[in-house]
């Protein structure tokens, strides 16, 4: 069992910065054989996928973040973190992390892909 916890979620105006991290209940080394998942959901839409990154360091974003936003991992804390730059009233979501041993959809971006997820942080960007 994985216990993933988000923390960084709050407000921002239009055109700023948010960090969100997430920080696993694992060992570095069980945690290095995740792919790790940035995903969101707004009010009444689907969950979206955001951002990959995979055990071996391989990033996907989408391409509504491409270029905004990065997201890391560092397996000797068991953590990942997406900075979010250049920030939007449509990026306003609850964002969740989540973690996968295997990857059956291109770059992570299918929900049912992740086995473990965190219980989210909200984001939210005004104009």
């Known amino acids: 069992q994985v216990h993933l916890v988000e923390s960084g979620g709050g407000l921002a105006q239009a055109g700023g910065s948010l960090r969100l991290s997430c920080a696993a209940s694992?060992?570095?080394?069980?945690?290095?054989?995740?792919?790790m998942g940035w995903l969101r959901q707004a009010p009444g839409k689907d969950r979206e996928f955001v951002a990959t990154i995979t055990w071996g360091g391989v990033i996907y974003y989408s391409d509504s973040v491409k270029g905004r936003f990065t997201i890391s991992r560092d397996n000797s804390q068991s953590t990942v973190s997406l900075q979010m730059s250049s920030l939007k009233p449509e990026d306003t979501a609850v964002y969740s992390c989540a973690a996968a041993r295997q990857l059956y959809t291109y770059g992570g971006s299918g929900p049912d892909d992740y086995e473990y997820w965190g219980q989210g942080t909200q984001v939210t960007v005004s104009s």
């Open positions: 694992v060992s570095d080394r069980a945690f290095s054989k995740f792919a």
